[in-house]
């Protein structure tokens, strides 16, 4: 099955190898031998249609990616996710420490403590949200 100059066995071994999966391991979590795997990323065979949508999940694309070849690394995705959600830790962090400092030298105004507290609440709030979701 080609899509977009590449075959779908091509995409299932880039996506495999850019988790640091082996055959076996991907195997194992689609319950399929390792030479199934094999089978399928050198395009004599392909994953039966009702199991796409697991191997999308494990290779971190949506089942329309991976069947149009178009997708983003998932570790690229992964990455990003990762800095936003340090980015938003590092806010509450810092607001927190803005307005321990800011108090304990007796130069904070009661609005601008509030205004501190709102970010810092704020970004807090943001990273539970985003907790679970695979987002960007």
């Known amino acids: 099955m080609k899509q977009s100059g590449k075959t779908m066995g091509m995409i299932i071994a880039r996506l495999r190898k850019a988790q640091g999966m082996t055959h076996a391991e991907l195997a ?3 319950q399929v031998t390792d030479k199934a795997v094999s089978k399928w990323e050198r395009d004599l065979s392909c994953p039966d249609i009702q199991s796409l949508p697991r191997l999308a999940e494990i290779l971190g694309v949506s089942v329309e990616e991976l069947m149009q070849g178009e997708t983003r690394p998932a570790s690229l995705v992964k990455r990003i996710n990762e800095i936003v959600d340090l980015v938003l830790k590092a ?3 810092a607001m927190g420490i803005a307005l321990i400092v800011c108090s304990v030298l007796k ?6 403590g509030f205004q501190l507290a709102d970010l810092g609440l704020a970004s807090a709030g943001i990273l539970f949200l985003r907790q679970g979701k695979e987002t960007i």
């Open 91 to 93: 806010l509450v962090v």
């Open 107 to 112: 130069t904070l105004k009661p609005t601008s």
């Open 28 to 30: 194992e979590k689609m």
